[in-house]
T-cell receptor, first 113, second 116 residues
Framework: DQQVKQNSPSLSVQEGRISILNCDYT??????FLWYKKYPAEGPTFLIS?????DKNEDGRFTVFLNKSAKHLSLHIVPSQPGDSAVYFC????????????FGTGTQLKVEL | NAGVMQNPRHLVRRRGQEARLRCSPM?????VYWYRQLPEEGLKFMVY????????ESGMPKERFSAEFPKEGPSILRIQQVVRGDSAAYFC??????????????FGPGTRLTVT
């Protein structure tokens, strides 16, 4: 039962353009969402998060949008840089049910020159 | 400011042996989480611990797996009588508190367990 889904296993974008990574969830109890970036043979690195009381959060080149009614969130990276090439995981928490993160399966982003 | 430390980074065990994975949280963090990533999959929650307490072990397999976070020293994930299906990357994460407005968890580099 995959409660957090990232339906695009890979995405290729040109340097300088916008990267949009999508994530859908099925559990309406989730109320906090996070994005992580992961390079091969390393642990995930926290990027940005959003609470369900907001619909947008921005940090530098990274913006996360949340559409609660659609149970959908997206991560926008503008402008994309070659160093952004990595696997991106979205994760969700039900804050009233403990702190465990439920992860999606990841999207491999490749930023080409 | 050291991040989450995990050792060993790579561990090879034969079927039936025991595997011990260690995790030292970030300085000032008292909450530790273990996750497992099987090949071609996302990370799956295993267990959440505070010092000397298991808070949530709902993701732990019922047999052969155990975890502890003693008052002194690192957190240990122990796998007894390993089988090939235990081959995976095991990640530890830590947080400064149990949520309370900020739910970010910070991950270590992982231990790659290979069972031969």
């Amino acid at each position: 039962d995959q409660q957090v889904k990232q339906n695009s296993p890979s995405l290729s974008v040109q340097e300088g353009r916008i990267s949009i990574l999508n994530c859908d969830y099925t559990n309406s109890m989730f109320d906090y969402f996070l994005w992580y970036k992961k390079y091969p043979a390393e642990g995930p690195t926290f990027l940005i998060s959003i609470s369900s009381i907001k619909d947008k959060n921005e940090d530098g080149r990274f913006t996360v949008f949340l559409n609660k009614s659609a149970k959908h969130l997206s991560l926008h990276i503008v402008p994309s840089q070659p160093g952004d090439s990595a696997v991106y995981f979205c994760a969700a928490i039900f804050t009233g049910g403990g702190n465990k993160l439920t992860f999606g399966t990841g999207t491999q982003l490749k930023v080409e020159l | 400011n050291a991040g989450v430390m995990q050792n060993p980074r790579h561990l090879v065990r034969r079927r039936g042996q025991e595997a011990r994975l260690r995790c030292s949280p970030m300085k000032g963090h008292s909450h530790v989480y273990w996750y497992r990533q099987l090949p071609e999959e996302g990370l799956k929650f295993m267990v959440y611990l505070q010092k000397e307490n298991i808070i949530d072990e709902s993701g732990m397999p019922k047999e052969r797996f155990s975890a502890e976070f003693p008052k002194e020293g690192p957190s240990i994930l122990r796998i007894q009588q390993v089988v090939r299906g235990d081959s995976a990357a095991y990640f530890c994460a830590s947080s400064p508190n149990g949520g309370q407005g900020s739910y970010e968890q910070y991950f270590g580099p992982g231990t790659r367990l290979t069972v031969t």
